[in-house]
């Protein structure tokens, strides 16, 4: 939740980035868990915030050498068309990192794609021994979207985002400079087609502050009985875990097929999103990994749809063919 006004001359950055991963099975001097994916490009539009439009200002783009994962993965290439000698083009993550920081400028929102962004650009900086506070507000785009686009709490990529609102497809997808550019497309369109109080106002409720640790995150013990491994992360929920107050519920707490939901409400931090999910181990027992965090409109969305069906389908919820990517969230 932002806790200012957009106004006139509020500024707004569209960023996206790649990665590149370590391979499997291949040797690293480092521990891979703390470098799960090494940044290799990072391409960014900046907006203004008029009188109810956003006017595209200037663009960024640079590609980066990794010093980790020099040689590219499989996957990667695949998604990204990189090859080897691309990566050797680059500048270092620490100049492109700063070039792309005077970039943002005084501007207040980052927007992004998905919400993996904010946390690979934290890691790499904590990696690099930069300081990994990015000191902005972030906005996942892709529930705003799903908002607007009639479709709450489905994921969509950046592509069939563009098909919807019929964007021409100048370039590729899955480079970070052009996926970017086609946010910023995206961007404008919601400001275009849509109430400008209502997208502002979801701008406001939706984005976070990244620099604020808003997900905890509980396991609790496996057991023979799935009711007594649900029982075993009740006291997760009772309680606050950024002040320790007490909890009040706002939907009280409800199970549909393997996961539980609720919407819990701390005096001092706002509504709390919360989901238990039961897991199998491999003795076949059963385990509960619990999240609380801090809700964002998103959150709101996939609770209350999800009470919707529980009320309407019960335990077994909607009958349906396959799991839905909803459920990810
Ligand atoms: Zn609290």
Known sequence: ?????????????????????????????????????????????KYVYENGHIIKMKSFSRDIKPVVYTSIHYHVKKVTNKTNSDLQRGVSFARAYNDFANFIGS???????????????KQNLKFFDMDDDLHIYFLDLQPVFS???GERGRQRSVEFAVDYYGITKSNGFHSA??????????????FECNKTAQVLSAISSS???????????FVGSPSKDPAKAFEGVDAFWKKCPICDSTLSEKIPR??????EYALFYCRNHGEFFARNRAKK????????????????????????????EFDKFGIEGEPKEKEENTEEN
Do not use: C, H
């Open 1 to 45: 939740m932002l806790n200012f006004p957009i106004k006139d001359g509020a500024e707004f950055v569209v960023f996206d980035m790649e990665w590149n991963q370590p391979i499997y099975g291949k040797e690293y001097d480092i521990d891979v868990s703390t470098l799960t994916g090494e940044i290799i490009e990072i391409g960014a539009v």
């Open 281 to 308: 181990n491999r003795d076949g027992d059963t385990y509960v990994a619990s999240v609380l965090r801090i809700a964002t409109q998103n959150d709101y969305y996939l609770v209350a749809s999800k009470k919707e």
């Open 254 to 259: 409800f199970r549909i097929r393997k996961s």
């Open 107 to 121: 501007a207040q929102i980052l927007i992004g794609w998905g919400n993996s962004d904010p946390a690979m650009l």
């Open 207 to 217: 984005a976070i502050d990244p620099d604020v640790v808003s997900e905890y995150t």
């Open 177 to 190: 400079t052009s996926d970017a550019i086609y946010t910023g497309k995206i961007f404008e369109k919601i």
């Open 147 to 149: 908002l607007f686009g």
